[in-house]
């Protein structure tokens, strides 16, 4: 299983073997440099709030890029390191990692979310309300609507339990009976 640990500035400063496995030559970079682009921004914004004490650290699932040009989701928990009442830094392991498979021709292209509305979108799989998404994102609920509703927009959808209809359709979404595999 895949552990790291990150220092406060978000650089990694440890990688266990099946870490270094999963990202070689990520030790003394910053974690960001191993994401898929597309989500950076909003990782950076987490975990500044996460190392500040301004959000909760909480199971995610994001994208990386290993140096072989894969695309790899992966979900982790973290949990703050702290020094006497100080974070320092964070302790992560991936739980699940799963390939990103390309886009098989003539099939449907997913539309674009970003980061946030696809995080938005598995808690809408996962039955979570507005409150419950807030919390774990450390956001106003007003936020989390406006994110909802992004979501919403982009994939087409009239309701909440639509866009999650259409998120396991366009692979969004895994599927709960896959989980087990």
């Known amino acids: 299983m895949p552990m790291y640990v990150l220092d406060r500035k978000g ?3 440890w990688l266990n073997d ?8 990520a030790r003394g970079k910053r974690f960001t440099d191993v994401l898929a682009p597309e989500y950076v921004p909003s990782a950076r914004r987490v975990f500044a709030r996460r190392i500040l ?7 995610h699932t994001t994208v990386i890029n290993p140096p072989d040009g894969r695309r ?6 973290s ?10 830094g964070v302790f ?16 449907k292209e997913a539309p674009a979310l970003t980061p946030r509305q696809h995080e938005v979108l598995r808690f809408l799989g996962s039955g979570l309300t507005t409150a419950q998404m ?12 406006n994110h909802v509703k992004a979501a919403l927009g982009e994939l087409g959808a009239g309701s ?9 359709r366009l692979g969004l979404l895994e599927h709960p009976s896959r989980e087990d595999d």
């Open 160 to 168: 909440r339990l639509e866009a999650v209809l259409k998120g396991y």
């Open 72 to 77: 790899v989701e992966v979900d982790i928990s």
């Open 11 to 13: 650089r990694i400063v």
């Open 79 to 88: 949990v703050p390191l702290r020094k006497g009442h100080s974070i320092v």
């Open 53 to 59: 004490g301004q959000a909760p650290f909480a199971d």
């Open 134 to 145: 807030a919390e774990l994102m450390g956001l106003s609920p007003e936020t989390v609507r």
């Open 92 to 107: 992560g392991v991936v739980h699940r990692q799963r390939p990103v498979a390309p886009q098989a021709a003539g099939e």
């Open 18 to 25: 099946a870490a270094e496995t999963l990202v070689p030559g």
